[in-house]
């Protein structure tokens, strides 16, 4: 299947600091890119839609500010939490449609945030 | 409120027995049902997806059947072993493109 990787895997940070975490579609290109956020032992929650050359879209709830997405790139999604707090404690996974087929959505390994 | 239903929360299987998972929903416009498998600290993988002009789609062991008019669908895992262990998720959307739908997640333990 295709490849979706995802960077830091793992970040620990200080309650106010800001954290970028990059997802990047390897062999193909993606125009679209979805940001998740899981807690433990809960299902996917949808937090945003990442659009190549325009704004993203949030879900009802996801404070845009707080959670910056660019998508600089055909191939390059980033997402920003800002003034991180413990709250924010996730695991956060990005997805794209690959263009394949029936435009299957991969995944990312996730990035596993922790906020002291 | 969930759009896709999932069922059941965990089950526990020995080796060679099938686990099955079911998922129902009530949006007509979905049009496109994939299941993912994600072990712990890991990103969702694709693990099969069926579109509803089809009943059923095999691709290995796993299994998808699909029941249009009663808006459900299930996967089955044959054989299954202790390495398919695992939280799997079931999904829909109205097109591929479009944003997924989970269900809750089924936890499957196979045991040896």
């Known amino acids: 299947g295709a490849v979706v990787s995802q960077h830091p895997s793992r970040v620990i940070c200080k309650s106010g600091t800001s954290v970028k975490i990059e997802c990047r579609s390897l062999d193909f290109q993606a125009t679209t890119m979805f940001w998740y956020r899981q807690f433990p032992k809960q299902s996917l929650m949808l937090m945003a839609t990442s659009n190549e050359g325009s704004k993203a879209t949030y879900e009802q709830g996801v404070e845009k500010d707080k959670f910056l997405i660019n998508h600089a790139s055909l191939t390059l999604s980033t997402l920003t939490v800002t003034s991180a707090h413990p709250e924010d404690s996730s695991f956060y996974i990005c997805?794209?449609?690959?263009?394949?087929?029936?435009?299957?959505?991969?995944f990312g390994p996730g990035t596993r945030l922790t906020v002291l | 409120q969930q759009q896709v239903k999932q069922s059941p929360q965990s089950l526990i299987v020995q080796k060679g027995g099938i686990p099955i998972i079911n998922c129902a929903y009530e949006n007509t416009a979905f049009d496109y049902f994939p299941w993912y498998q994600q072990f712990p600290g890991k990103g969702p993988a694709l693990l099969i997806a069926?579109?509803?002009?089809?009943s059923e789609k095999k691709e290995g062991r796993f299994t998808i059947s699909f029941n249009k008019s009663a808006k459900q669908f299930s996967l089955h895992i044959m054989d299954s072993q202790p390495g398919d262990s695992a939280t799997y998720f079931c999904?829909?959307?109205?097109?591929?493109?479009?944003?997924?739908?989970f269900g809750a997640g089924t936890q499957v333990v196979v045991t040896p």
């Open positions: 069926i579109r509803p002009d089809v």
């Open positions: 997805s794209a449609p690959t263009g394949f087929s029936y435009n299957e959505q991969f």
């Open positions: 999904a829909a959307t109205p097109d591929s493109w479009g944003k997924l739908q």
